[in-house]
């Protein structure tokens, strides 16, 4: 059974700082990777999707990295910005018939102004 | 980018009563549909994925007369909660596939459901 876990749960930095969220999943097996940002009481936004076979995928300061065999990923967000505070989860995509995603336990990152 | 529609945003109800939440794509046509519900400080959890004119197939635990979904058309599913009690509470995010892109899934802004 696929698990995905994020390190560490929270994290508060001052802004401008650059930083780095951690995702591990114990079945090196998937799809993809994906990583969403979600603000309180909201739906979810896509920031970036890594396709199996990719490495990283790069979308202005966010870069986000995929090491399968070591089953981990992260999400480098530079310069940091008080307008980044949200919850920050990996999914992965079990693909097949449909890409169903198996969900991180997030981190909440605040920035401080 | 598309753009999926949930409603209501919040509801509350009483305990036994039955809550039915819409999940909507509005520029693109979904042949699936995916039900999650979010317990407070935890992760997504996968409910049941929707197909289009068949019948959803739920993840284990997942009581199928309790949580009644429906995929009538391309750009509509429902989430029916069917007397509700209080540990139904929850935040209930749908999240539709774009039929050209696999991999390509949209969010609904989610709805929470307090049931008194």
């Known amino acids: 059974k696929q698990e995905v876990t994020q390190i560490p749960a929270a994290l508060s930095v001052p802004e401008g700082e650059n930083l780095v969220l951690n995702c591990s999943f114990t079945d090196s097996a998937i799809y993809n990777l994906q990583w969403f940002r979600q603000d309180p009481g909201k739906g979810l936004t896509s920031l970036l999707l890594?396709?199996?076979?990719?490495r990283e995928q790069t979308s202005g300061r966010l870069n986000a990295s995929l090491d399968k065999s070591s089953g981990r990923s992260t999400l480098y967000i530079a310069a940091s910005q008080p307008g980044d505070s949200a919850t920050y989860l990996c999914a992965v995509g079990r693909g097949g018939a449909t890409n169903k995603l198996i969900f991180g336990t997030g981190t909440l990152l605040a920035v401080q102004p | 980018g598309a753009v999926v529609s949930q409603h209501p945003s919040w509801v509350i109800c009483k305990s036994g009563t039955s809550v039915k939440i819409e999940c909507r794509s509005l520029d693109f046509q979904a042949t699936t549909m995916f039900w999650y519900r979010q317990f407070p400080k935890q992760s997504l959890m996968l409910m049941a994925t929707s197909n289009e004119g068949s019948k959803a197939t739920y993840e284990q635990g997942v009581e199928k007369d309790k949580f009644l979904i429906n995929h009538a058309s391309l750009t509509l599913s429902t989430l029916t909660v069917t007397s509700a009690h209080p540990e139904d509470s929850s935040f209930y995010i749908c999240s539709a596939e774009l039929r050209e892109g696999r991999e390509k899934l949209f969010f609904g802004s989610g709805t929470q459901l307090s049931v008194l």
């Open positions: 890594i396709q199996s076979s990719q």
